[in-house]
């Protein structure tokens, strides 16, 4: 897949049931390892760095195949979002916030369509949900930090992935182009893709970060999906 599909999305296949499903997929950072580049929707099996967590669950993905949609299934891809977690591994300490922090400005994204880079972009620029995104400080005694982070479910802020573009209209006069402001990207069946997580100057943070991936957009299943 060597270009984004850029013309006005048809009717969904036949036998396919549109879901307002996101793409989600899971990797493990770990500050004190050698691993730089971590690939997102290439393994939907183990985590690329594993650090006790090996095998990745419904939690971390919901990739049915390994960098690619299964025959028969459809996406069109309108934002990406980004989701920082702990989990159970640290207590939410000023360190461990800090370490979020550090991960999110030191660090870009590639995505692949096929082998062709199609876009790198700051990770501050996915951002996660809604509002404020980082580490809140105070001078109390009980509490040094709070995170600021919050999660998709308020709305669908993102990385916008939709691009312009022109499509055929039928008309009296017979078929015209027209301009459509934004359009998804598609992605049909077994079209293979890859979104690199790069942090070329790793930092040695004290903390096991869980970084999720969720590409928001609309998935076409076969009825018996």
Known sequence: MGAPVITVPQAQ??????RCEALYDTELYRGFSAVTLYPFFSNN??????SGASNKSLLDTNMLE???LPRGHYFRWFGLQSYLSLRSFIPMTAAAIEGKRQLMDSAFASILL???PYLYVPFTQVHAGTGLNGPLSTGQAGLTVGDTQIGWGLCCCGKDMTVPAQ???PTPQG???VRVPRVPIEFAETENFVINLNVPQKAALPANIFVT???LGVYLKPLAA
Request: hydrophobic letters at 35%; charged letters at 20%; glycine letters at 12%.
């Open 45 to 50: 099996q183990n985590f690329i760095d594993p």
């Open 175 to 177: 078929v015209k182009l």
């Open 114 to 116: 096929g082998p062709t």
């Open 167 to 169: 499509g055929k209209k």
């Open 13 to 18: 296949p036949i036998a396919a049931r549109p």
């Open 66 to 68: 390994s960098g690619q």
């Open 213 to 215: 991936l969720n590409m």
